[in-house]
């Protein structure tokens, strides 16, 4: 697999279209991270982490949905392999009127743009989501 991020992005988005409760992962730090930052602005219900030795570890995302509506509308990759996207703390703008978010790696580990923006950071955009 050359782009771990774009399979969770894929996986997530596929999942709340076939209307599933929870789609399974491979298990990474990144994508546990990436998780769990969905989890806290309110796109997943929860993140589990199963398996004990690191070869079985999975990730189990459970889907959110409010009146069968899915949580999250779309998520996009920005910052690819073949193109990496970085942003300044200057250039970061709210989008859609602020209710589009963007996921930084900044030098401080994964956040959203809303935090890279108090912290003064800029990093590089893993993926936008509405």
């Known amino acids: 697999m050359t782009d771990p991020i774009a399979d969770l992005i894929t996986r997530v988005r596929n999942g709340y279209l076939a209307r599933q409760r929870q789609v399974r992962v491979t298990?990474?730090?990144?994508?546990?991270?990436?998780?769990?930052?969905?989890?806290?602005?309110?796109?997943?219900?929860?993140?589990?982490?199963?398996?004990?030795?690191?070869?079985?570890?999975?990730?189990?995302?459970?889907?959110?949905?409010?009146?069968?509506?899915?949580a999250l509308t779309d998520i996009k990759r920005?910052?690819?392999?073949?193109?990496?996207?970085?942003?300044?703390?200057k250039e970061l703008k709210p989008l859609r009127g602020g209710l589009e978010t963007r996921i930084l790696s900044t030098s401080q580990g994964l956040m959203t743009d809303r935090e890279a923006k108090k912290k003064n950071l800029g990093g590089e955009v893993i993926c936008q989501l509405w």
Do not use: M, T
């Not at 930052?37 to 570890?57: H, N, S, T």
């Not at 920005?78 to 703390?89: D, Q």
């Open 78 to 89: 920005v910052s690819k392999p073949s193109l990496r996207i970085y942003l300044r703390a």
């Open 27 to 70: 298990y990474s730090v990144l994508k546990e991270s990436l998780a769990e930052i969905l989890a806290k602005e309110g796109y997943l219900k929860k993140v589990v982490v199963e398996g004990k030795k690191p070869q079985e570890k999975e990730l189990v995302l459970e889907l959110r949905y409010s009146h069968q509506k899915p």
